[in-house]
Structure formats: structure tokens, C-alpha cells
Nanobody
Framework: QVQLVESGGGLVQAGASLRLSCTAS????????MGWFRQAPGKEREFVAG????????YYRDSVQGRFTISRDNAKNAVYLQMNSLKPEDTAVYYC?????????????????????WGQGTQVTVSA
């Protein structure tokens, strides 16, 4: 099992930027594909972005494409989500998750069920 801890959330105005961080325990972080999800009040949790084990591939939901960037630093056991041009509809609790199955170096999971470990979440609130 991997322990994940998110940080970096906060309250910002529309148009601002935030950078979320997620640090993972354990020596095999570089073998996991990683993802960010979010859950807004009254809504189901949804995929936001993912990065492959190789870090070569990334994938985003359409609504954040071009505004959000996911990256990873295996030396620091960390994955990041740079969020620019934030909108009120980005308001949610953001979770990072680890896919430990290791399907392939370039695979990115987009379904919750494919992820094995989850952080506790960090709140992002964007005011109009």
C-alpha cells in the first residue's frame, strides 16, 4: 500500500493559478502511474489528469486541457498538478491516486477502479 499526501489547495479568484503536490511513501513510486481526480459538492468524483510510469504520456479531461499540467518527479516521490486560469467550476476536493498494477510504461488509467491508493484530498475553491 502507498500513502499519498496532497497539499497546495486553497481559495483563489478566477483566473489565478495553484500548484497541487502529492508525495508518496515507499521506494517504488517510479513504478506507479499516477492520477489526479476531483469531487465537487453533490457530484461524483471525476478524472482530471494522469501521467504514465514513463512520464512520457499525460492525459487530461477535456475541460482542463490546456490549463492544467500534470508532472512527476520520481526522485522526490512526487506528482504535481499545475492549474492555471482557474474557473469557479474547478472548485472541488482534489485527490491524487496511484495505479500500482504496472500495465505498461505508457499506460494511463482514467477510471477510479483502476487506482489502488488515494490521498485524503485537498480543497480548491475558485471564486468568481
Amino acid at each position: 500500500q502507498v500513502q499519498l499526501v496532497e497539499s497546495g489547495g486553497g481559495l483563489v479568484q478566477a483566473g489565478a493559478s495553484l500548484r497541487l503536490s502529492c508525495t508518496a511513501s515507499g521506494p517504488t513510486f517510479n513504478m506507479y502511474a499516477m492520477g489526479w481526480f476531483r469531487q465537487a459538492p453533490g457530484k461524483e468524483r471525476e478524472f482530471v489528469a494522469g501521467v504514465s510510469v514513463s512520464a512520457v504520456r499525460t492525459y487530461y479531461r477535456d475541460s482542463v486541457q490546456g490549463r492544467f499540467t500534470i508532472s512527476r518527479d520520481n526522485a522526490k516521490n512526487a506528482v504535481y498538478l499545475q492549474m492555471n486560469s482557474l474557473k469557479p467550476e474547478d472548485t472541488a476536493v482534489y485527490y491524487c491516486a496511484a495505479d500500482r498494477l504496472g500495465r505498461s510504461a505508457d499506460y494511463i488509467a482514467i477510471r477510479e477502479i483502476e487506482y489502488d491508493d488515494w490521498g485524503q484530498g485537498t480543497q480548491v475553491t475558485v471564486s468568481a
